[in-house]
């Protein structure tokens, strides 16, 4: 009997690591002031689910765009993403995720460069994008 629950936590442990790691169906991405933080920088194509934490203090969104480069999108006068100027390439996003609070998405990726970014505005106008909250993501065959 021992045995056989340690052979089951063990491959509890397996599934859970692969997955929060980008290597199976999902990718866990921490969301802080100023920075997007995936388990991965890279991730095998299908469908993928994205889980998003808010550990910062103000709210965090998480939004996917398929883009050659996250630090290269088109821009309003803000400071945020230009969301309508994407078309197709916005993927996905997540809700506003409160302090504390976390959040997934889940989305068809083909292989190719993606963009993981919140694109909220502070009530003073700054631009989480434009204050460096953004990273690439690798999407392989």
Known sequence: MRRLAFVLASLAIAVFGLTSC????GLDVTLVEWSVQP??????????????QNNGSVN????IIRTDS????PTTEDGRV????????LIARTSALPSGESGSVSAQ?????????????EPDGSAHYDNGMFTDLTVEG
Do not use: K, Q, R
Not at 60 to 63: A, D, F, G, Q, S
Not at 70 to 73: T, V
């Open 60 to 63: 965090h969104e998480l939004v």
């Open 39 to 52: 388990a991965s920088g890279s991730v095998a194509s299908g469908e993928l689910t994205f889980s998003a």
């Open 70 to 73: 996250a630090a290269d999108l």
């Open 109 to 121: 990726l083909e292989p190719g460069n993606y963009a993981l970014i919140c694109n909220l505005v």
């Open 22 to 25: 980008g290597g199976g169906n």
């Open 82 to 89: 230009d969301e309508a100027a994407l078309g197709d390439d």
